[in-house]
Nanobody, 123 residues
Framework: QVQLVESGGGLVQPGESLRLSCAAS????????IGWFRQAPGKEREGVSC????????YYADSVKGRFTISRDNAKNTVYLQMNSLKPEDTAVYYC????????????????WGQGTQVTVSS
């Protein structure tokens, strides 16, 4: 059974950090580009970051550049999103997705999606 499972979300204060994990079962993550997306209440889902399958190139939305870092551990079949200096506007449900997108922001080009993990940044 092909499955992606996100974990690591929670409630933190502004300025704090979280590390999200995206674990795969039923397939090997390193064959895929892995994207992180988020959806805040009342807003459309947006791209956060992506790591390619080929050379490990990474991509970030301008809003998270310099604060978030995406990485992959192929031995654990897991991709991580380290989120530092969190802001209230980072509050959202975060999803990971696997696929071979021609452009990393094209959500419809991802084949597999996780169920999401809630991140809430509030004082």
């Amino acid at each position: 059974q092909v499955q992606l499972v996100e974990s690591g979300g929670g409630l933190v204060q502004p300025g704090e950090s979280l590390r999200l994990s995206c674990a795969a079962s039923g397939f090997t993550l390193d064959y895929y580009a892995i994207g992180w997306f988020r959806q805040a209440p009342g807003k459309e889902r947006e791209g956060v970051s992506c790591i390619s399958s080929s050379d490990g190139s990474t991509y970030y939305a301008d809003s998270v550049k310099g604060r978030f870092t995406i990485s992959r551990d192929n031995a654990k079949n897991t991709v991580y999103l380290q989120m530092n200096s969190l802001k209230p506007e980072d509050t959202a449900v975060y999803y990971c997705a696997a696929g071979w997108p021609t452009l990393w922001l094209l959500q419809y080009e991802y084949d597999y999606w996780g169920q999401g993990t809630q991140v809430t940044v509030s004082s």
